[in-house]
């Protein structure tokens, strides 16, 4: 694994979907989640990062140092329970392992950093991402919370939407009573027929050297799935969804050498036809302000 990244990035994703539902609202029956106040679409970051965990366990199956922590049918304290033997614990129990992280922090005081170090070695979303590792906290120990470098936010579309209740049926019935009465049944999907949504993102060379180590190859991992977090993880429900454009500022120092949200405002979107709904991407035209992209900083697009 190569040295952590030394460069502060700040980040634009544009992304469409079509005919699709691309984050359902479990509180809200399902429906394509929506600011009330004004009808623009929302994804939230945990949508966004599932497709980045998702993307990066099919490209590398588990390979060593590239773990998922966060998935399905993993328990989290499965995982954690790995950092613990690491370092010799074989409890199962809450209070047996604070009882004995209590002892061996006596005659070690660098635990907490050795069981950090290798969750983030072992697990790309701890690195990248951070987490929260409950079994740690219950046991007192600091690594338990961990501040990953890469940080994004909620994804808003470029206008409003206009989600569509569309009513389907089904040929077959679930029950034998149900089948003597009628030969369909009907249900409901919700969509959103056209929506050019965009997220930002941050990424931390301060964070990266400090805490977890997030590297050069881990950048271009990262990058990577972020362009192909849909390709390999389709859904009908979802409908065609694609990530149109990658566009990344990287910063000459760790730092940074301007304010985030000044190079987002450089990122221009407009509709190309105001009058007619959008319903494609060739409907809006993406244009970077150059000029106003301060020195230290350089811009690349990525599609």
Same mark, same amino acid.
């Given at each position: 694994?190569s040295?952590?990244?030394? =460069?502060?990035y ?7 979907v079509?005919n699709?539902?691309? =984050?359902?609202?479990?509180d809200a029956? =399902? ?8 009808g ?16 990066v366990?099919?490209?590398k ?12 049918n +993993?328990p ?8 613990l033997q690491?370092v010799?614990i074989?409890e *199962? ?5 604070k009882e *004995? ?15 950090r ?17 409950t ?11 961990v ?21 389907i049926?089904?040929?077959?019935? *679930? ?6 009465q009628?030969?369909?049944e ?5 969509? +959103? ?12 060379a301060n964070?990266?050297r400090?805490?977890?180590g997030?590297s050069?190859?881990?950048l ?5 799935a ?6 390999n ?14 566009? +990344?500022?990287?910063?000459?120092s ?11 405002d ?19 035209? +993406?244009?970077i ?10 811009? *690349?697009?990525?599609?």
């Amino acid at each position: 694994m190569s040295d952590p990244i030394r =460069n502060r990035y700040d980040f634009v994703i544009l992304f469409d979907v079509e005919n699709g539902n691309p =984050n359902g609202d479990p509180d809200a029956g =399902n429906m394509p989640r929506i600011d009330p106040e004004t009808g623009y679409g929302l994804v939230t970051d945990v949508c966004l990062k599932r497709k980045i965990r998702n993307y990066v366990e099919t490209v590398k199956e588990d390979e060593p140092g590239y773990k998922i922590y966060i998935k399905d049918n +993993v328990p989290l304290n499965r995982s954690d329970r790995t950092a613990l033997q690491y370092v010799g614990i074989e409890e *199962t129990e809450d209070k047996a392992i604070k009882e *004995t992280v209590k002892k061996m922090k006596k005659d070690d005081p660098e635990l907490d950093l050795k069981l950090r170090d290798f969750m983030c070695r072992n697990f790309f979303d701890v690195r990248t991402f951070g987490a929260v590792m409950t079994t740690f906290v219950k046991a007192s120990l600091n690594c338990g919370q961990v501040r990953g470098p890469v940080q994004i936010g909620f994804a808003q579309s470029v206008d409003p939407i206009i989600p569509q209740e569309v009513t389907i049926t089904r040929i077959a019935i *679930t029950t034998e009573a149900d089948a003597e009465q009628k030969g369909t049944e009907m249900g409901r999907k919700h969509i +959103v027929p056209y929506g050019l949504y965009r997220a930002e993102g941050f990424v931390s060379a301060n964070l990266a050297r400090k805490v977890t180590g997030f590297s050069e190859d881990d950048l271009l991992l990262l990058w990577q799935a972020i362009l192909n977090m849909f390709e390999n993880d389709r859904s009908a429900a979802r409908g065609k969804m694609a990530v149109r454009e990658l566009i +990344v500022f990287k910063h000459d120092s760790e730092l940074g050498n301007a304010p985030a949200h000044k190079l987002f405002d450089a990122v221009k979107i407009q509709r190309i036809h105001p009058d007619t709904p959008p319903r494609q991407y060739t409907d809006y035209s +993406v244009e970077i302000d150059t000029g106003s992209i301060p020195e230290g900083v350089t811009c *690349t697009r990525m599609a």
